[in-house]
Nanobody, 125 residues
Framework: QVELVESGGGLVQAGGSLRLSCAAS????????MAWFRQVPGNEREFVAA????????YYADSVKGRFTISRDNAKNTVYLQMNSLKPEDTAVYYC??????????????????WGQGTQVTVSS
């Protein structure tokens, strides 16, 4: 089976940093685009960041631009999200996703085929 597993979430003070990891197992994700989305209760799942296989294209939501950095290590089938200058409004469950469609609209959740279970990020004021 194919599985994405997030880790690195937790509780942090406003202004602090966290680094999330997403490890793919069960098969190689060669050629897949990867992304991070987040969701809070009562809200729709929100795009955060996406990265293509070769890292040639990277996208960020305006709300995190300049604070978050997405990267990947293809030899390890792992994608990362470095989160700096965290704000209370960043509090959410963060999900990793993967897509093998080369024409996928990478900021839209419905284009992604595989999803992790999510990891909780809580930012206190």
């Amino acid at each position: 089976q194919v599985e994405l597993v997030e880790s690195g979430g937790g509780l942090v003070q406003a202004g602090g940093s966290l680094r999330l990891s997403c490890a793919a197992s069960g098969r190689s994700f060669n050629g897949y685009a990867m992304a991070w989305f987040r969701q809070v209760p009562g809200n729709e799942r929100e795009f955060v960041a996406a990265i293509t296989w070769s890292s040639s294209r990277i996208y960020y939501a305006d709300s995190v631009k300049g604070r978050f950095t997405i990267s990947r290590d293809n030899a390890k089938n792992t994608v990362y999200l470095q989160m700096n200058s965290l704000k209370p409004e960043d509090t959410a469950v963060y999900y990793c996703a993967a897509s093998r469609n080369p024409r996928a609209v990478l900021v839209v959740a419905s284009w992604y085929e595989y999803w992790g279970q999510g990891t909780q990020v809580t930012v206190s004021s």
